[in-house]
């Protein structure tokens, strides 16, 4: 059963990864952006634990996204090593445009499901996470 929850992770995000293409943001960037959309301020290790991946990877993202200044960082009142990411005015208009698209390529992919199937893997899916 994993093998096949992978081969449908694989296909959204292929088709992801096609809608984004010709943009300059990467799935993982889009990914990043929304997250903090979600969750206004953030430090890297929360980041990297939603993504899944590790902070040499987020580090990686964080830094193409400063450079576009789509996030800025800020240090934490009590402890100035630690910096928090936000997304900046840019970064919410970014994460505005690019999540339709990204998300239309992905009910795309359930497209082949009527809307009670829909619906019904919603609510298994649910009960997973």
């Not at 009142?77 to 936000?86: F, G, I, N, S, V």
């Amino acid at each position: 059963m994993s093998r096949l929850i992978r081969m449908v992770e694989m296909r959204v995000s292929s088709a992801i990864r096609s809608r984004l293409h010709g943009t300059g943001v990467s799935a993982a960037e889009l990914a990043m952006l929304r997250i903090l959309r979600k969750a206004p301020a953030c430090r890297p290790s929360d980041i990297a634990e939603a993504m899944g991946v590790g902070l040499p990877t987020v580090s990686k993202i964080m830094y193409r996204l400063l450079a576009r200044s789509w996030v800025r960082q800020t240090p934490a009142a009590t402890d100035h090593r630690c910096k928090y990411l936000q997304l900046t005015a840019d970064g919410h208009r970014m994460v505005e445009e690019l999540g339709a698209d990204a998300d239309l390529a992905g009910e795309h992919v359930f497209a082949k499901l009527n809307g009670e199937e829909q619906q019904q893997l919603m609510r298994l899916l649910l009960k997973l996470v």
